[in-house]
């Protein structure tokens, strides 16, 4: 949690930045926001505060150096480089990963993951998510339909903090980067 700053004699308010307090749809949201090329630094920073709660008339009461100190802690949040579960439930059904120790990404997988990086808009996390973690009743084709991914992702990002989806996307492109690395040495 952060401690947002605002008024003069100073008040503090509590916000979630921590990746175990937000749902995977808010850190989509915060994700989008602070990656909007179209908006200047300090605008996205405002909307960022405004998702977690600040509201516009404790904007206003926030000083020029509030503001400078409020946004360097909320840039602050940490997270846990730990591996969510193997296996989850979402609604009676359970979605199973390859998690032992490690995350092992098929090449299927990755084949989907590139695919979804173009377009996902705006839901990478809960579609990697939703590649990765596979519905255990269902067969490997129905699995990769696009319409099952987007369906899981829905899912995901209202029952799943950030937490789940962070240490995955982290996995996923230390690994697509040594991959290809590997296929550009093989000239291929």
Do not use: C, W
């Not at 949201?29 to 505060?49: H, P, T, V, Y």
């Not at 092992?104 to 998510?129: W, Y």
């Not at 990002?157 to 982290?170: H, N, T």
Request: aromatic share 8%.
């Amino acid at each position: 949690m952060v401690n947002f700053k605002f008024n003069n004699p100073e008040e503090v308010k509590e916000l979630p930045n921590q990746p175990t307090k937000l749902l995977l749809k808010e850190f989509e949201d915060l994700f989008n926001i602070i990656n909007d090329k179209s908006k200047g630094g300090s605008e996205r920073m405002i909307l960022a505060f405004n998702k977690l709660g600040v509201t516009d008339e404790q904007i206003d009461l926030m000083t020029k150096e509030q503001f400078i100190e409020n946004s360097i802690e909320l840039k602050k949040s940490q997270y846990e480089d730990q591996l969510p579960p193997a296996e989850i439930e979402v609604n009676g059904r359970k979605y199973i990963a390859n998690i032992t120790d490690d995350l092992t990404i098929s090449a299927r997988d990755v084949v989907a993951i590139e695919r979804l990086a173009k377009h996902s808009a705006g839901r990478f996390p809960s579609s990697v998510m939703a590649v990765i973690y596979k519905d255990a009743d269902l067969t490997k084709t129905e699995h990769y339909t696009d319409a099952h991914i987007k369906h899981k992702a829905n899912l995901f990002r209202d029952a799943f903090p950030a937490s789940y989806a962070i240490p995955l996307l982290v996995r996923v492109a230390r690994e697509t980067v040594k991959d290809l690395t590997s296929v550009e040495m093989a000239g291929v």
